[in-house]
């Protein structure tokens, strides 16, 4: 796990770097490496703040803070909290896997463009073909395995109306989506 810690009006202490480095560091139980993790611990008279930004090897963020009267609890209750995010995701993507029941095959199948000296064949030429499954979901449980499995696009069984389709990444933080109006019998 990329790990960085930022001590804001406080003394930096190997102490708290190393318990704040050993209670994040669960994480890495739900998600492979890369992950990369930034953490600020502040102070001021009374509140101890922790902030933590947590990124998944696929762009998927997590963030959460905590303030208490004591560092370490902070640094043990923003723990708790991120862990319980990630878990919480975790599930969701393994309950989504799981299922069988509805879904749709689909072909997915990778052409070239002709090329323009290669008149001769003006047909696209098929590099790859693969058979992919539809799974049913929503638009949202799409969009957090576009994020998860950090895809261009994904196909799927739209819960909400029964069509194929497909959701993508646009410029920015936007999502596509096409619906191909195919319904599921």
């Known amino acids: 796990m990329q790990f960085s810690l930022t001590f804001r009006h406080m003394d930096a202490t190997d102490a708290l770097k190393n318990y704040t480095e050993e209670r994040l560091q669960r994480i890495t139980k739900y998600f492979p490496d890369p992950?990369?993790?930034n953490v600020v611990l502040s102070a001021s008279p009374l509140r101890h703040r922790v902030d933590v930004t947590l990124k998944l090897h696929n762009g998927f963020q997590v963030a959460g803070h905590?303030?208490?009267?004591?560092m370490y609890s902070s640094i043990d209750l923003v723990?708790?909290?991120?862990?319980r995010q990630?878990?919480?995701?975790k599930d969701k993507l393994r309950h989504h896997k799981g299922r069988d029941s509805g879904r749709h095959p689909v072909t997915h199948s990778v052409v070239t463009e002709p090329?323009?000296?290669d008149a001769a064949t003006p047909a696209t030429a098929l590099v790859k073909r693969e058979q992919i499954h539809a799974d049913p979901m929503t638009v949202s449980?799409?969009?957090?395995?576009?994020?998860?499995l950090h895809k261009a696009f994904y196909v799927f069984l739209n819960d909400d109306n029964g069509q194929l389709s497909v959701i993508y990444r646009r410029?920015?933080?936007e999502f596509g989506l096409i619906e191909a109006g195919v319904a599921k019998h």
């Open 35 to 37: 992950i990369s993790c």
């Open 66 to 70: 905590e303030t208490t009267e004591n």
């Open 79 to 83: 723990a708790a909290k991120i862990e």
């Open 86 to 89: 990630v878990r919480k995701y």
């Open 115 to 117: 090329q323009e000296e």
């Open 141 to 148: 449980d799409a969009i957090m395995q576009i994020n998860l």
């Open 171 to 173: 410029e920015g933080d």
